[in-house]
């Protein structure tokens, strides 16, 4: 196998739009990703190189613009992006899982809009869920959409932890409408709202009033969306059906799992590398310290969870891209992928002695944004209750 998360089988189109994104990683992304982060500086530049390249419609169907590729495609490009830098995969992400939405639930008219655009970058994506009160528990969403008859809704209410809130200007929102069924989550309605990218009045009744201030994951913004009395046309309801909000996001999220799980692997890859190569550089005791058994042994170990990592993400994507069910394979990639990230991250970290704590050295950057991914798209928590429920229906007793 040689070097760390090879995939076996892959066609020489993907091959070529890998080495291409390798390549501008390496040249574009890793020089600029800690002055950036740092800075908290949104990669302007970055993102208008990545639109030119066709990322942003990298798994949109070509008769919208896109280049049409597969979800392992996409989780493959996320990992090399996440080695140079997680906040930039992390601007991709939101907006393939609108245009994912969109491909997978949007009505005729809803794709010929929208979709075209999005391809281009002209439009990017956000989607939000989350309000202050609930993170998890999805079904618990209190932000309201009421239908005035005359075939508009005035949405009210607040959401919580929008990545690209600011910066994007097509959201998906999950938020509550009087029709549905008796269960909660069966009044649930995704509504796909065009704004003007930017902080404050985004749309008249819709505020964002800030950038919430992060630990890591620096670079995109993360916001809050604030309604007040904030008026929607029908039209612009997901699918055009309200009621089946809660279905669709869900969906979206299982592709959204695996793409924090590719990035937990490209985060975790460049921890490794930066590992081994400080590793063979510093001496103590007259060698190079890759030579002491105690690091010989992390590396080791760190190689394995990399590796171990990636091959789960492949599985995942591949199960999603043969139209089967992968809640169970995405949930375990996710859990796996992000507990590893963290441990091999530390590892780095602790191979790095005292100047892994110096800002100048970029293991610093990977220490700061690891903790990110043990929480994104659902808590480790939650993938363990996933896991554990599939498992039980696929082993059950009766």
């Given amino acids: 196998m040689g070097k760390l998360c090879a995939t076996e089988n892959l066609s020489t189109e993907q091959r ?14 890793l020089p600029m990703a800690t002055h950036l982060e740092h800075a908290d500086e949104y990669p302007t530049e970055i993102v208008a190189q990545m639109k030119q390249m066709g990322l942003f419609g990298l798994t949109i169907d070509e008769e919208y613009g896109g280049l049409g590729e597969s ?3 996409y989780a493959l490009v996320v990992e090399e992006i996440a080695r140079g830098w997680m906040s930039v995969s992390g601007i991709i992400n939101t907006h393939f899982i609108v245009a994912y939405l969109l491909q997978q639930h949007g009505t005729p008219e809803q794709r010929a809009k929208y979709l075209p655009r999005l391809a281009a970058g002209d439009l990017t994506g956000a989607f939000s869920m989350s309000e202050p009160g609930l993170g998890s528990d999805v079904a618990a969403v209190t932000t309201s959409a009421t239908p005035d008859g005359r075939g508009r809704y005035t ?3 607040q959401k919580m932890w929008v990545t690209n809130g600011a910066s994007s200007s097509l959201v998906a929102v999950l938020v509550r409408t009087p029709e549905g069924r008796d269960r909660p989550h069966q009044n649930l309605t995704t509504f796909l709202i065009e704004k003007t990218p930017g902080f404050g009045e985004a749309a008249p009744g819709l505020t964002i009033p800030g950038k919430i201030e992060k630990m890591g994951y620096k670079g995109v913004d993360t916001t809050e969306l604030l309604f007040d009395d904030y008026s929607i046309d029908a039209a612009e309801i997901l699918g055009g059906e309200p009621g089946r909000g809660f279905y669709q996001m869900m969906d979206g999220v299982e592709v959204g799992r695996v793409n924090v799980a590719a990035r937990a692997v490209g985060v975790a890859h460049r921890a490794f590398e930066l590992g081994t190569s400080y590793a063979q550089q510093r001496e103590t005791f007259g060698k190079p310290i890759a030579e002491h058994q105690a690091v010989l042994f992390r590396i080791a170990e760190m190689g394995t969870k ?6 789960m993400v492949v599985r995942a994507a591949r199960v999603k891209d043969a139209g089967e069910r992968n809640d169970l394979e995405a949930g375990m990639a996710k859990y796996l992928a992000s507990e590893y990230c963290r441990d091999v991250v530390e590892d780095a970290f602790r191979i790095h002695g005292g100047y892994g704590f110096a800002k100048e050295y970029e293991i610093e950057r990977l220490y700061r944004e690891a903790p ?5 798209e659902g808590t480790a928590d939650i993938q363990r209750m996933i896991i554990g429920r599939r498992l039980l229906e696929n082993y059950s007793e009766r």
């Fill in 16 to 29: 070529d739009i890998l080495a291409t994104v390798r390549d501008f990683v390496d040249q574009q992304i």
């Fill in 71 to 73: 979800l392992l495609t």
């Fill in 155 to 157: 949405v009210n209410g």
């Fill in 306 to 311: 990399v590796e171990a990592a990636h091959q």
């Fill in 372 to 376: 990110m991914l043990l929480i994104g």
